[in-house]
């Protein structure tokens, strides 16, 4: 069973093929990097620029030991030009904590009730959302995870930010080049002919069936890692690994959310959340490939299965998110959801996260796909079909 399975391994990931996936990666984390660094170069009326170098040790420097609280607000109120970083993601955190004020217009009773605002900003946000109707136990569990963060460390963490940002892009697009690679696994002409090798095997085809499948989830789950890493390395590696440990609302993007996590914890997350969409993605791959039988067929329908998926993520139609899209690969992997959205589903009398429902739902539901592309396979040789 080992040597088919390294066999197999081989046989979906040649030499060339792990060149041209380390290429994809690298590219794509380059460019993505390039853009995140290019949101830092600031250009000012009377021609000057702040490079995006100048910009990031500026916030280093003055972000060292800041906290967000009333002393910074009232610092930057006195700036005239908000020009850097930490001054525009400041300003930003502040116009959506006041509904749209700068910092220069806020008053000392408004900055003083700084968090106070951010709590009833959250309750009004529960109550007035269109989708679900929170009950009061609900709202009460949301607002106490809310009230646990007193005051927001709000030192340099730009690496972070842009990470966990950018990881919404690479995931899903590292998951396609995942599938693409596997798509010859059941294929009906590979490269390398094992007939000899599973007739020699005491259980035949049985258990090429069992080694191509173990062979599939391990060489993905190696690519996914693989790429996560080189992602990772190469997205950090401009702005520095400082700010990981701090809370993620002191972004901007996720500043009103429950999680009263680290970004460093935001990224594990999402990277386990990433992981669990690349089994449903390998697991729908092994059943279309085995119902197929055709690499082409098969890459066709896994083409149209994406292509729906991002026309259901433009559409953006929250009953379809809610009871379909957001179990599937791409939308699972679209991460700030989970962290500002504040979708539950109440499953037996019980509130579940999104975030919780998805990862559950999607492993019994890559386990079913799994499971059917097994059986399909026993029908086929109890059938004879090959």
Known sequence: MLEIIKIESK????????????????????CSTYVSLQQFVVYSADGTVVTWQE???NAKKNLRGKNLDKNLIA?????????YVDETSLDEIVRMNYEGKKVQELTDEEID?????????????????????????????FLDEAGKISEIPFEYAEGWKALNKDMEMFVPVLLIVISVLLLPLFGTDPKVSMNELYRSCKFGKVSLDTARILAA???GTILY?????????????PF????????????????FSLYNITYVQQYFINAAIGFIALLFSVSLLLLITAVMEKIMVSAVILVIFWVLLLLFDQMYLWQVNHYFANFMPLRMTSFSHYFIGNE?????????????????????LAGIILLSAIGWEKVKRKKGLY
């Open 75 to 83: 610092a930057v109120r006195q700036w005239e030009n908000l020009v």
């Open 225 to 237: 890692v693989l790429g996560v890493i080189l992602f990772f390395v190469i997205t950090i590696a």
């Open 240 to 255: 520095g690994l400082e700010g990981g440990t701090q809370y993620i609302q002191s972004n901007a993007t996720t500043f």
């Open 217 to 219: 989830f391990i060489v």
């Open 113 to 141: 009730g700084f968090y106070q605002i951010r709590l009833s900003r959250i309750r009004a946000m529960l109550e007035e959302n269109q989708y679900i109707q929170y009950t009061q136990e609900e709202k009460e569990h």
């Open 55 to 57: 910009n990031l040790a």
């Open 344 to 364: 539950i589903y109440r499953i037996f009398g019980f509130s579940l996260s999104c975030m919780t429902w998805s990862i559950l739902l999607s492993s019994l």
């Open 11 to 30: 046989r979906i990931l040649s030499k060339e093929k792990i060149l041209l996936f380390l290429v994809i990666v690298f590219l794509l984390s380059v």
